[in-house]
Every structure is written in structure tokens, then in C-alpha cells.
DNA sequence: CGCGACTTTGAGCATATTCAATAAATGTGG
DNA sequence: CCACATTTATTGAATATGCTCAAAGTCGCG
């Protein structure tokens, strides 16, 4: 189902603001670029972009929708170890010389940016801006990273909801409805919890009023509630 | 108790051949180098090098010991999120203009080299083989923590102890005595455990034979044992 | 309208925690 | 070098948190 869109247009591209290229004048992309030709695929739901233990041939940008990176163990217990948004560079573990750590897949629809690891490479070694902005991409993704391993080490199961919750919702005025495209088996797999579990506290927190919600969307009616769940809960 | 030992030379570095200037030729560290002024400092157990929220002034690579970087919620829980060892840079969120998101501190004696940030960002600005082995530093980092989420998220507190003391023994040969200078209570901050939780199942892989350890190493008897428990034990 | 997938709810159970007490190891000062 | 104090580790019993299994309810889509 994987579909190819055809070449990608960097110069035209509607993400490059957030892109790797973000920073470099529009008018030196050309030169930047050269001979660098990169892909646009679409994909829906749950299809997958690389596996775990795959040999790497491309880094990844996505232009539309969301995308779950996995792990999985042996009887198939998954983890779902990052979720990907808009801009963002992914699957890069060829830059270190190793296979992919992990799976992707798309969590939506989505549409994302194919880039041969060689060229990329060499534009990231001759661009400072370039190199600049994936630097800056790892070391983010280290820190969310180190976030999450908190909430999954040391959270309890209200505590990381509540939490994941707050986080979703943080860029948003409060009382807005919100894009949620998780299932709560997703949810789930993200929070190291059951669906039965996730379920139980969102049907909560809707009874005691913090929170409204239809099936991909969220309403955060009153955070104060789920802040006390975050933090006064422990006590 | 932290101990100044005086500037750091690069080019006796004990550690060079593991750090981010490994690949450098010993002939042109002078010139890579230029006026960049390290420093050596000791620290021994316990001691903070740097904390949770702080700006960064300086990036560190560890020359001798162990170090743990930890988190912590507000009612004091904690969770180590990484330990770093021989060679390994850390504390660079200052390149991505971030506070530190995470505290370090020794988790035994140690020796720290601490490089400033502006001097070390000139140099792997200007030095493919540095810059080549922070990003692949960073990206075997982000691997790390994937696992580690693998590990929080899905497995259950056997399957976690289990696969630690493997991956901790991984590089020896079967049946040596190793060192492990973590306390049941860091091993459990390590694992998302109590302490009491990390003890129970050490002294029963004891009586069962699959291990041996005195306080602070191990020795993997039979590590089939604990293979066992890491797959076999989810069925 | 009916089928299939996802979600909610309930009841019982297992895993890991909490609290408490004992034991072992380590360090300290005399 | 020993006695004592302190920290760290072990073990036990009771509890709670979150899971499993099962059933009923909703939603979306053809």
C-alpha cells in the first residue's frame, strides 16, 4: 500500500521550515542540495516504514501525520519508544553504522520524505546549519527520551496518563479540542499499561468531569484535576 | 569533596583512544586542539557534577569509574536513566541550548575531564573525526534509551533483572567474577523496582545456583538460567 | 442494518509494593 | 584490632496496584 508520490521538491517542500533544511535561504538550496534526490511516499495506518533489524538505506522526514517507533519482545509485547511528529528526522541509525534499533510505523496516514543516507551525509558535513539542526535533533530526542524513561520507571499508571495527558495537550489554550490519533491499545503500548487500564482512568477523569473525549480527540475541561493526579497523588 | 587535579593533557590522555578525539592522529592533536584548556577533577561517590536544571557551562567525558545519570519526581522517587562509562561524553545539552535535563552524579570514584562547550563546539565544527564521534555517541545513546524503554515498558520485574545482568556481563567470559558497583537500591532506581523487589529475586537465582556475587560483583553460573527467565519466563 | 473492531466494565488474581523486623557488612573511634 | 554505630541487604507478612479473562456495549463502515 506503501505508495510513491513521486520525487520530493525540496525547495517547495511545505515543511522545509521545520525540516533539517530549515535554515538554509531559499535561494542557496539549490546549491546546498546538488544532485540529492529524495522520494515522497504516502502510507496509512499501521504500515510499516523500516523494521527492527533492517539494514538502512534511507533517513526518514515526515511531512504529514504521526508515526510510532517500536520495540517488540519475543511474544510480541510491544513498546511503543517514540512518537514522531511533523519535521522530524527519523531512522538514522545507518549514520552510526548499525541496523535499525526499532520499527516504524505509521500511526495515521501519513506522507514522508525518503533520503538517501549517503548524499545526506555529505550535505550535513558540508552545511553547519544543516548539522547544526540534526545535532540539535538527537539531543532532543535524548531528552524526551530520558523523560519518558522516568514516567515508565517511576510513574504509576494514573500518574503517566495524567501526565501524557497534560503533555499532549500542552501547546494548546486550555478547552480546546485536540487531535488524539491513538487508540487506547496504543495508548497503552506507549505507557507500558494494559488498554483495560487506560481505559478505566479516562473513564474516571470523564465521570469526575476533567476531561471530555470522542474517539481521536481530546478536551482537557479541567487540568488542574490531572495536574493533582500528577503530582498530589503520590504524597 | 570535588578535587581539582590540574589541567588535562590530550595528548597523554589515558582514555584518548575511547574519546571523541580518538581518531585523530597523535602528530595533528596539537593543532586540532589549539587553545582548548581542560580540566581533570576527582570525585568519589555519590558527588553531584552537575544537576537537574542547571545551564551548562562545560561538556564532560568520563576518564575513570562510573557515573549515573538520574531524574527525579518532586516526592523524591528516582530513576536512573543511563550510566555512562570509560571514555564516554556527556552533559551536552548545552550544544542544543537546553538546561540539563538530567542530574550526574558518581556512582564510584571517578575522574571526569571537563571540556568547555564553546571550544569543544569550534572543534567538532572544524573536525570530521570528532564530529563523526559525537553523532555517533548521541545516536548509540538514543539506541540505549530505546532498549531501556523496551525494557520499563513491557517486561516484568524478572525479565528486567535478568537482562541487566546479562547485558552487564555481556563482554566477559562465562563463569569470571565482575565487577558491579551498583547498590540493590541504585540497581533498583536503575530498573523501576523496590530494592526489596531487586533482592528477592537475586537471592533466588543464588539458591537456584544461576549466580553467585559478593557485594559488589557477580558471577553468572549459569547464565542459561537467566536466559530462562528473559524469554522462556513470559511464554 | 448488521458486521467487525474498538472500548468499557466487572470480578478475580498475580505481581510487586509497603511496612516491619532481622541480619550482614562497613566504617569509626578508642 | 576490637566494639559499636551506621548503612545496606535480606526475609516475611499484608496490601494494593495493575493485569487477565470474560462479557457487554459502542462506534464506524459497507
Redesign the interface.
Known amino acids: 500500500m506503501a505508495k510513491l508520490q513521486g520525487k520530493g521538491n525540496c525547495q517547495t517542500c511545505p515543511i522545509r521550515y521545520r525540516s533539517i533544511f530549515a535554515d538554509i535561504p531559499e535561494d542557496k538550496l539549490p546549491e546546498v542540495i546538488g544532485d540529492f534526490r529524495t522520494s515522497i511516499l504516502t502510507l496509512t495506518h499501521n504500515e510499516v516504514i523500516y523494521s527492527e533489524g533492517d539494514a538502512p538505506t534511507h533517513t526518514y522526514t515526515l511531512r504529514k501525520g504521526l508515526i510510532k517507533?517500536t520495540?517488540?519482545?519475543?511474544?510480541g509485547?510491544?513498546?511503543i519508544?517514540?512518537i514522531i511528529g511533523h519535521g522530524e528526522l527519523f531512522g538514522?541509525?545507518g549514520?552510526?553504522?548499525?541496523n535499525h534499533?526499532?520499527t516504524a510505523l505509521a500511526l495515521t496516514d501519513i506522507e514522508i520524505c525518503k533520503l538517501p543516507m549517503s548524499g545526506l551525509e555529505r550535505i550535513r558535513?558540508n552545511n553547519?546549519s544543516v548539522?547544526k539542526a540534526?545535532?540539535?535533533g538527537?539531543?532532543?530526542?535524548?531528552?524526551a527520551?530520558?523523560?519518558?524513561?522516568?514516567d515508565?520507571?517511576?510513574?504509576k499508571a494514573p500518574e503517566r496518563l495524567a501526565s501524557f495527558l497534560l503533555k499532549w495537550c500542552k501547546d494548546t489554550e486550555q478547552g480546546q479540542w485536540i487531535d488524539l490519533p491513538l487508540s487506547r491499545t496504543e495508548i497503552a503500548?506507549?505507557?507500558?499499561l494494559t488498554v483495560e487500564t487506560v481505559s478505566r482512568f479516562l473513564s474516571d477523569w470523564k465521570r469526575k468531569g476533567y476531561i471530555e473525549d470522542t474517539r481521536s480527540t481530546v478536551r482537557l475541561v479541567d487540568s488542574d484535576g490531572l495536574n493533582q493526579v500528577v503530582?498530589g497523588y503520590?504524597?
Open positions: 517507533l520495540k517488540s519482545l519475543p511474544d509485547r510491544i513498546q519508544v517514540r538514522f541509525d549514520l552510526a553504522n548499525e534499533n526499532h558535513i553547519p548539522d540534526m545535532m540539535q538527537w539531543i532532543q530526542g535524548l531528552r527520551a530520558e523523560n519518558m524513561l522516568l515508565l520507571g517511576a510513574k503500548e506507549l505507557l507500558g503530582d503520590s504524597k
